[in-house]
């Protein structure tokens, strides 16, 4: 029974992020990639007990009924270093998840190594469910990355294993990351996803420290990568960590996204001759923000880097106050501040816990939040 400091966060991450955490259970695969031995922002939130069946059918009240996916297991910021097949009734779980919600597709963020073969032909007569499998890469650095995965049973769910989306990470080689897909296309993936997906490797200041030298190869070899997806497998996606023309292809969603926020924010700054306008970026968007409003007289966009996290971290959801209130100084009284609505959970907080009120209070500004 999930107390109430559980529940609190048991529905703050399906209300944000759509998924239903289902145990804190430490997966132990070892993922050099995983945090949450180190990150302080994850310490905020309790352990999840394993949920029983009643927990379960509590959390749907929180799903948007809107999103076209839900995703049982692994949270974001809620017990996010788990394995959903760790949970011994996560093989009812999926069944009763995908009967309650039929038009969504029901999937698990997992690496495999805990899924058991002898259900995978249960698993694959559930019309509205797939397996989103972190494969990471097959080739001779998987062990350095992922420990303890089990090569044998991921060949096994490669082969017969209902997959909603394959990942790979790109690990600065080009070489493996040829090889990896020359895999996938034998067993013909391609044609049995929705998507093959490559990750650009990313670090933090919190990461383990062998993440960093394969994170500093994969961005810097990146454009490299997208480049060759671009040329020789257009039906790849890849992660966009900037919005820069280089990685455009193969999925243009963030550039269209970005385009459709820009147009929502002209709209209303159009609307409002006698304000002015700060707008406050992430490094993965500000260039692209600054060149877009660079005609707008009554409109500043600032590039907020991410202190907190350091590294390659680009992403607007990373956003936080103590970044902002650090580095933005608006040059006019009273403007109105523009935010992105990633960095802020369905309580209007950030991913360290403070409300948007303390930015109003502090900057004594109207914020948008688009």
């Not at 929180?62 to 394995?83: C, E, F, I, M, Q």
Request: with cysteine; net charge negative.
């Amino acid at each position: 029974m999930l107390n109430d400091k559980q529940l609190k966060a048991f529905e703050l991450e399906i209300s944000t992020f759509g998924n239903i955490p289902i145990s804190s259970i430490n997966c132990g695969i070892g993922c050099i990639y995983c945090k949450v031995h180190t990150d302080p922002i994850l310490k905020r939130y309790p352990p999840i007990p394993e949920i029983s069946l009643e927990d379960l059918y509590l959390g749907f009240k929180y799903v948007d009924n809107n999103s076209k996916y839900l995703r049982l297991g692994a949270g974001v910021l809620v017990a996010p270093h788990t394995d959903p097949y760790l949970h011994p009734l996560i093989y009812d779980f999926i069944k009763h998840t995908s009967a309650y919600f039929p038009k969504k597709m029901i999937t698990t963020v997992t690496t495999g190594s805990y899924i058991e073969e002898s259900r995978l032909d249960s698993l694959n007569s559930i019309a509205n469910f797939g397996i989103d499998l972190s494969l990471v890469t097959m080739q001779e650095q998987r062990e350095i990355i992922v420990p303890n995965a089990t090569r044998e049973r991921i060949n096994t769910l490669l082969r017969f294993a209902p997959l909603n989306k394959v990942t790979l990470m790109f690990t600065g080689d080009l070489d493996v990351l040829k090889r990896d897909l020359d895999l996938l296309y034998s067993l013909n993936i391609d044609t049995r996803t929705k998507e093959i997906l490559v990750r650009r490797i990313e670090y933090t200041g919190f990461s383990q420290s062998k993440l960093n030298s394969i994170a500093y190869r994969s961005i810097s070899k990146y454009e490299d990568c997208v480049r060759y997806l671009n040329e020789n497998h257009p039906d790849v996606i890849f992660t966009v960590p900037i919005l820069k023309d280089a990685f455009r292809g193969g999925n243009n969603e963030y550039f269209i996204q970005a385009d459709e926020r820009i147009s929502i924010q002209k709209n209303r700054i159009d609307k409002e001759h006698n304000s002015f306008f700060d707008i406050l970026c992430s490094e993965s968007g500000y260039e692209y923000f600054r060149e877009d409003f660079k005609s707008y007289d009554n409109v500043q966009v600032h590039l907020i880097k991410n202190k907190l996290y350091g590294g390659s971290v680009t992403v607007a959801g990373l956003l936080n106050h103590s970044d902002i209130i650090s580095q933005f100084k608006p040059q006019l009284a009273n403007s109105v501040i523009v935010l992105p609505y990633e960095m802020y959970n369905h309580e209007k907080c950030d991913i360290t816990g403070n409300s948007i009120a303390e930015l109003e209070k502090i900057f004594n500004s109207e914020i948008w939040v688009i």
